[in-house]
């Protein structure tokens, strides 16, 4: 048993969560990993993917049993996001944007939203959450997409844009501004907007680097009429709610990274293993092993890391964003790390579209962007440690 077999062994999952994770391992290597090339050069979204996972009641795991759910742990969440997105990055990411998008209204939703909504996600729908607008990214406060109410309805006018699920979701989970409340921050509002809402359209889908067989899409509002009682909470209560998704969807975008990497990495190993150089095996040679020893730690310790942030997440600490900030930056470096690296250890076979290395180290880009730039991060981490000074 390697390091990272141990590592694994020792989450602490009930009975039913072993056996899930188990099935859902199962179902990566034995079905979704070997789809994932294919998928991969068409750029055609895996509904076979999304209909194996729903056969297994994945998305019931982390919604309520009220609402159609079989509730489970953050940490058997975070466990089944890493062993799909290291079969499947497009697939991984498809499956997590239904959490992303959707905690929220598990979160600050009424129970009569609840109620009506969460049962089709339950039953397998997907869910999307709609915050970047083509002027507004890791700023959300410039957004433009404008919220007016109007009677019993919201009249919704702008668009957003690289919306993971964004041309196929059941529910969106939509950011935009009240325009009754000036301040930049305070109209900041949230609402959920159901499929085939009229004034909802798809204006493209992206052709990408990487993930190409998830469907990122810009869409647009024409005066969408949607349901006042769609609303999330109150008028302005939006950036409370989107600081809520942001700090339970980056663990989940870590863990999907941590898919990448441990996918990279096991490549690497094997084939080094096999690889003879001057008649020795290239893993023989010192300077390969410097280099394995510094991934493989820095892997060990991120994961570690990833668990004690579930922890954090299932004891119902509410402050958390700086340690689920750090979890994210340094997953997302070190899946473009450790795929690039195996990459160089794959030599011109590392290169070609024949090994899954090539197609990783793509997949991995993405992952210091999205959910904030890790750049982003880095001030978020940093600044935290300013000390307040008063005033003389």
Known sequence: MNVFDRLDASLVL?????????????????????????????????????????????????????????PLSYTAYLACVREISQACASTGIIWATNYHGMKPLIDFGSDEQ?????????????????????????????????????????????????????????????????????????????????????????????????????????IAFDGMRVPRANLLRAPGDGLKILFGSLNKSRPSVAAHALGIARAAWQDAIAYINERQQSGRRIVEFQGIQFMLADMATDLAQCEGWLWHVARLVESGADDFGIEASMLKMRASDLAMKISTEAVQLLGGYGYCQDHRVERLMRDAKITQIWEGTNQIHRQLIGRSFMEKRSRS
């Open 14 to 70: 009930a009975d039913e969560e072993k056996m899930l994770v188990d099935s859902v391992r199962e179902l990566a290597r034995n079905e979704i990993a070997p789809r994932a090339d294919a998928f991969d050069r068409s750029g055609e979204f895996p509904w076979e993917n999304v209909r194996a996972i729903n056969a297994l009641g994945l998305n019931q795991m982390f919604i309520p049993e009220e609402f159609g759910g079989a």
């Open 114 to 218: 609840r109620q009506r909504l969460l049962p089709r996600i339950a039953d397998g729908g997907l869910g999307s959450l709609a915050i970047t607008e083509p002027s507004a990214g890791s700023d959300a406060t410039g957004m433009k997409t404008r919220f007016t109410p109007d009677g019993d309805h919201i009249v919704v006018d702008g668009g957003k844009t690289f919306i993971t699920n964004g041309d196929c979701a059941d529910l969106y989970l939509l950011f935009g501004k009240w325009s009754e409340i000036d301040d930049p921050k305070a109209a900041i509002s949230a609402l959920i907007v159901e499929k085939g809402t009229p004034g909802l359209s798809v204006v493209r889908t992206e052709e990408k680097m990487g993930h190409r067989a998830s469907s990122t899409a810009t």
